[in-house]
Structure formats: structure tokens, C-alpha cells
């Protein structure tokens, strides 16, 4: 079983990627594609399985199961998008496993795209060796992957790791979910901007990398606006690590590019708020980089194949 290769298939909101994924995680023979979301779920879909077609047909090792990760919450058991939002119209609804079971005649596994970056960076990065993770991606928006028992998590109909929705103030700034006080408000990359923005008296907020490249060339306040992030963070983290007690955290996405200030933030402030025991648990920039995705979705095909086949 070890020995099996997987076809790993990456949704995203601007493009689309497909390659083989060796026993080892390693990616051979990648494809990418634009989305082009707003042609609709069915051109989309029309797309993948074009895309998976042709990364199939040249294969040298001939793929055993193929793996999905995708944007939007995904029902794990069927497959099915239970919920995108209008960052690919028409997708919510769509049976995007078995539509690919039935062109592909292969066993098809299929998930949210921050829970295969999850499995990913647990199995072959920077969570190599932790059996129960949290990874949390930090850019426009937050989302996050438990890993437990080195298998995915996906929650009641494929909900869980929404760490961007953890509220972190009653009566806090309003959310793009429509609540508030969640830390997505707080600790995302346009939130870092619009601090600066205040911070600066800026008349309009800046890119979120502007920011960390003030940062780097020495500006405080940048400085300030990406380490309150940390904070914020760490401290929506600290309730997770009581509920969860992960062995570490992995965080990736473009606001750990921010490096260290970001980083020591974060771990300052689970220090401060979790439990004596879990105060140290460790915070570790994920290792994979945008490829995470695609690599865990040939874990996740991996891993269901193995479970299938009794040898799990
Ligand atoms: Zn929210």
C-alpha cells in the first residue's frame, strides 16, 4: 500500500491543479489551469475533469485513487460541495465525487482545500510526525485543517477547522459570515492593512504585503500592525489548544510570510491565554508552500484507499 501513487487535484478560486503524488509526497508531471470561476460549476467541473484526464493519460505510474481538495465545505462521506461562496458561482450542490468516479473509473476522495493542506503538511511537512495537528492558513481570509490520529478531521458535514470564525470579542467587528468578533476581523492580511492604514493615518488601506515589506525595511508601525495580529491569533488559538491539546500548530498562508514578529506573537500570546500544560505548544511555519494542497489531496486519496482496502 505504501507504494501507491495518487492523482492530486488542487480547486482554487483562480486556478486548478493536477499531478501525480508519489508514496512519498513528492509531485511529478503538475498541470495548472485557470479556474475561470465565473464560467459557472459546470464549466468548472468540465475543467477538472479535462485537466485530471490528460495528467492521467501521460502518467508513467498509473494513479491507484485520486484525491480533491477544493474551495468550499465539502461533505466528506459524499463528496458533494455542501456550501461555496460566490468565489466559484454554481458550485455549491455540485457531486463532485461522483462525477469524477464515473469519467475517471477510479475511487475518488474528496475534501475542503485547507483540510489537504492540513493532511499535507502533517504527513510530508513541517507536521511530519504529529499524529494530532491544527494547521491554520492566514491570508485574505483564515481557514484551518485538524489532523487526528494523522487523518483528517472534516467535522459534521465537512465544517470543522473553521478557525477564522473562532470569535474573539462579544459584539466585536462584523464578519463576512455575518457575525461578529470573529478573529478573521482581526489577524487576517486586510486586517493587518487596515491597521496600518489607522496606525499611518493613511487615507486608504494598503496590500497586506506592502505591510510586511514596511516591516522588513524597519517601519514600526508595521511592525506593531503585524505583531497585534499575532496577538489576536494566539489568543482565538489558546482556546483551541484547551478544547483540542494539539501536539503543534502549522501555520501557513501569505501572512506567515511575515516571518518571526508574527510568529513570536502568536506563541506569546497562547502563552498568556491557554491552559499551564499547553502553554508551550508549539506554533511552526508550514513547509510545503502553495503545493500543500495538492500534495495532501493525494494523502487524503492515499489514506482513503488504504482504510477501504482493510489495511489501515
Ligand atoms: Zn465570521
Known amino acids: ?20 503524488i508519489d508514496p512519498d509526497g513528492v509531485v511529478h508531471g503538475i498541470r495548472t489551469i485557470p479556474t475561470a470561476a465565473q464560467e459557472g460549476g459546470q464549466a468548472v467541473l468540465d475543467r477538472v475533469i479535462a485537466i485530471a484526464g490528460e495528467v492521467v493519460s501521460e502518467a508513467e505510474h498509473p494513479p491507484a485513487a485520486v ?5 468550499g465545505q465539502v461533505d466528506p462521506h459524499t463528496g458533494e460541495i455542501v456550501f461555496a461562496t460566490e468565489l466559484i458561482p454554481g458550485w455549491t450542490g455540485v457531486p463532485l465525487r461522483r462525477r469524477l468516479q464515473e469519467t475517471l473509473s477510479l475511487p475518488v476522495w474528496v475534501d475542503n482545500d485547507v483540510h489537504t493542506m492540513a493532511l499535507g503538511e502533517a504527513t510530508h511537512g513541517a507536521g511530519r510526525g504529529v499524529r494530532n495537528g491544527l494547521y491554520v492558513a492566514v491570508g485574505t481570509g483564515i481557514g484551518g485543517g485538524w489532523v487526528l490520529g494523522s487523518r483528517l478531521y472534516a467535522g459534521s458535514r465537512g465544517l470543522a477547522g473553521s478557525v477564522g470564525h473562532v470569535k474573539v470579542e462579544i459584539n466585536g467587528r462584523p464578519c463576512t459570515c ?3 468578533g470573529c478573529v478573521e476581523q482581526y489577524a487576517s492580511g486586510p486586517a493587518i492593512a487596515e491597521h496600518y492604514r489607522r496606525l499611518r493615518g493613511l487615507a486608504s488601506a494598503p496590500e497586506g504585503r506592502d505591510v510586511m515589506e514596511a ?26 489548544v484547551n478544547a483540542m ?15 518571526e514578529p508574527f510568529f513570536e506573537a502568536i506563541r506569546s500570546s497562547i502563552a498568556q491565554h491557554a491552559l499551564p500544560t499547553a502553554r508551550s505548544t508549539p506554533v511552526r511555519k508550514a513547509a510545503l508552500g502553495p503545493r500543500a494542497g495538492l ?9 482513503g484507499l488504504a482504510a477501504e482496502r482493510g489495511s489501515l
Open 1 to 20: 500500500m505504501s507504494e501507491v501513487w495518487t492523482l492530486g487535484i488542487d480547486i482554487g478560486g483562480t486556478k486548478i491543479a493536477a499531478a501525480l
Open 295 to 303: 500534495i495532501g489531496a493525494g494523502v487524503l486519496a492515499r489514506q
Open 67 to 71: 484525491g480533491v481538495g477544493t474551495g
Open 245 to 259: 491539546a494539539p501536539e503543534a500548530i502549522i501555520i501557513g498562508g501569505g501572512v506567515a510570510e511575515a516571518g
Open 215 to 240: 516591516m522588513r525595511a524597519g517601519d514600526e508601525l508595521a511592525r506593531f500592525a503585524v505583531q497585534e495580529a499575532g496577538r489576536w491569533l494566539g489568543f482565538a488559538l489558546a482556546s483551541l
Open 178 to 180: 455575518g457575525g461578529r
